[in-house]
């Protein structure tokens, strides 16, 4: 089994190393790859941090679209049933209400004088004083 990287880090084409080359020429070689790799990964970090927030942000619309889409479905069911239970309505006829008003509907407001009729003098006279 072979292990293959996941990521092979880009090759800078100053950064290979020449025939004669002495300890100190590496030395510096590396220390300058080293600078470079470091500058791109904060570069690559920056933008993998602004994607990632891009991608929360993006996540966060499709929740509240899916969320709107289910809330107008439910809507249009309610509206559905309501448009069916009054067109039902209409077609069935409707009862009209007897003419006796329930007693709870009357109205309780005083009666006229002409229409009492006191039992006793003591009660006319209740209605004046």
Not at 66 to 75: K, S, V
């Amino acid at each position: 089994m072979t292990s293959t990287p996941l990521l092979n880090a880009p090759s800078l084409p100053h950064a290979e190393p020449t025939q004669g080359a002495t300890v100190e020429d590496l030395l510096h070689l590396l220390h300058d790859r080293n600078r470079a790799l470091a500058l791109e990964n904060e570069q690559l970090l920056a933008q993998y941090e602004e994607l990632e927030n891009f991608i929360n942000y993006k996540e966060a619309i499709i929740a509240w679209q899916q969320r709107l889409i289910c809330l107008g479905g439910e809507h249009v069911k309610l509206l559905e049933t309501v448009v069916r239970g009054q067109s039902a309505e209409t077609l069935q006829p409707t009862k009209l209400p007897s003419q006796e008003v329930r007693p709870e509907f009357r109205p309780r407001g005083r009666r006229m004088l002409s229409e009492y009729q006191p039992e006793s003098e003591d009660a006319a006279y209740s209605l004046y004083y």
